[in-house]
Every structure is written in structure tokens, then in C-alpha cells.
């Protein structure tokens, strides 16, 4: 997959960051710190909505 860091990531190398990969209908989503780790799969409209409660800053579960 052709992973991306978030447009947000700082310069510095010790900084966590999110990457996605797109891959069919799915986004794929990687902790930067941890390439080989957990990877969590979202159906694109899950991804949108997902995006969309962050920006709002609804994070509560």
C-alpha cells in the first residue's frame, strides 16, 4: 500500500503522526511511530463521517 502522513505532522522525526492508505472502497489508517502494528480499516463513508465528527471536535464514544 503507498502509505501518506497526515498533512499536519511536524518536521520533527520523534513526532506521532497518522498515515492513511487507500486501497478498493477501504482507507486504512497506521500509526507512524509503529508501521508494522494494529491497522484499522474504514469503509470510505465510516472514513468521512469519522473526519467530520473530529473537525466538529465530537470525539465522545
Not at 6 to 20: H, I, K, M, P, W
Request: hydrophobic share 35%.
Amino acid at each position: 500500500m503507498n502509505w501518506r502522513k497526515s498533512s499536519y505532522t511536524g518536521g520533527g522525526n520523534d513526532e506521532a503522526c497518522v498515515e492513511l492508505a487507500e486501497s478498493g472502497d477501504r482507507v486504512w489508517v497506521r500509526d507512524s511511530k509503529d508501521p508494522d502494528g494494529v491497522r484499522l480499516a474504514f469503509g470510505r463513508e465510516a472514513f468521512a463521517g469519522l473526519l467530520e465528527r473530529v473537525k466538529r471536535g465530537d470525539l465522545s464514544l
